[in-house]
Each structure stands twice: as structure tokens, then as C-alpha cells.
């Protein structure tokens, strides 16, 4: 079973996603945060069901784009790491 481990920097964006949304509706921000979670799930049973980061050409990083957001994540062995989640007309960073 493939485990699925937040980065701290990947919480904090979702965080700030839901800030950012919450200054317009709060019911929608909490909506939004829980379908990004969601989408994160499902990688548990298809950890390659997300496409190649085109930025990168890396294989073992990848991403899921829901709705506005790329979620972008690192496969290693049995662990997928989400690295960062962000709008998708922002510039993509993986430090």
C-alpha cells in the first residue's frame, strides 16, 4: 500500500489556498481544501495516475491538476510526498 506524506511546505500552500478563498466564502474554502485532499487520495491506489511535471521531465515527479491547482508530488518506493499545491496560472517552484 502506497503511503501518502505531506510536506510542510505543501501544507502550508493548502493553508494559504484556503485563506485566500475564506476572504470570499468561508463554506467554499473549506470546499475547496477538502476536494484538493480528495484528488491527494486517490493517489493511494494510482500514485502514477498523475502526469509528468512538463517543467521537469522527471519521471518520478508528478502532478494532479484539479480544478485551478496543480498538485505536484515526488514518488519514492512505497511513499508519495506531495511537494506543493498551487494556482495554476502561477509560476511553477520546487525548491
Given at each position: 500500500m502506497i503511503r501518502i506524506v505531506w510536506a510542510p511546505?505543501?501544507?502550508?500552500d493548502v493553508e494559504a489556498?484556503?485563506?485566500y478563498v475564506a476572504r470570499d466564502s468561508a463554506r467554499y474554502a473549506d470546499l475547496v481544501v477538502e476536494r484538493i485532499v480528495a484528488a491527494v487520495g486517490r493517489l493511494e491506489k494510482n500514485p502514477r495516475s498523475g502526469r509528468m511535471v512538463p517543467e521537469l521531465g522527471d519521471e518520478s515527479i508528478r502532478e494532479v491538476v484539479h480544478?485551478?491547482?496543480?498538485?505536484?508530488?515526488?514518488?519514492?518506493?512505497?511513499?508519495?510526498e506531495i511537494a506543493t499545491v498551487f494556482h495554476g496560472a502561477r509560476l511553477f517552484r520546487l525548491d
Open positions: 511546505e505543501a501544507i502550508q489556498i484556503r485563506a480544478g485551478n491547482y496543480r498538485i505536484v508530488y515526488r514518488l519514492r518506493d512505497e511513499v508519495v
